[in-house]
């Protein structure tokens, strides 16, 4: 069955499997998580045994999973934004799209133990425009052209639909080069 959704808010069950009953019991299981892999387990296992040990439900699992992703990568490359006046900037366009949507929809965003911030949006090569796309375009927009930086490439998978949509100018991406 198609995917017929117009928000990127929260799934029904959001409020109950993050609500303050399992803050502890997701904290705890991040932070398990991460001392597994920090000794060199796999991910895949790591996530199954921390699962498994604080009975976590799919989705929770997921939400631990993206919480330590790629820590010592982002935190080389990162800067503050005072430092990307005026740079060059490459942009994953569907992680910053999707993302912002999902704010703007009100769905539940998990700070990262790597300070980034991530959604449970779970596209996986089907994107389709929502009522947030247009204000979470015109966000970004807004806020890069603030930043003055120059040039912007924004990188942009081919195999997820409506690939051509953001590629022939329907969108308004300030100063567009994709990749």
């Known amino acids: ?7 990127r808010g929260p799934a029904p069950k959001d409020s109950t499997l993050f609500g303050s009953a399992y803050h502890y019991a997701l904290r705890a299981a991040v ?9 060199h387990y796999s991910e895949k296992a ?3 045994l921390v699962g498994d040990r604080y009975n976590l439900r799919e989705r929770q699992r997921l939400a631990v999973q993206r919480s330590d992703q790629a820590l010592c990568y982002r935190q080389k490359q990162e800067l503050a934004i005072n430092q990307i006046h ?25 700070k990262g133990r790597d300070g980034w911030y991530r959604d449970l949006a ?20 807004s806020f890069l052209q603030n930043c ?16 051509g949509l953001l590629t022939q100018g329907q969108w308004y991406w300030p100063q567009f080069s994709a990749c």
């Open 31 to 39: 932070a398990d998580l991460s001392w597994l892999l920090t000794r």
């Open 86 to 110: 005026g740079q060059a900037l490459v942009i994953d366009t569907y992680n910053l799209l999707i993302l912002i949507e999902s704010v703007l929809a009100g769905a539940y965003i998990f």
């Open 148 to 163: 003055h930086c120059r040039p912007i490439t924004w990188l942009i998978d081919q195999p997820v639909s409506n690939y």
């Open 122 to 141: 779970g596209i996986h090569g089907n994107y389709r425009k929502v009522a947030e796309t247009v204000p979470a375009i015109e966000t970004i927009g």
């Open 46 to 48: 790591a996530l199954k």
């Open 1 to 7: 069955m198609p995917d017929s959704r117009k928000h």
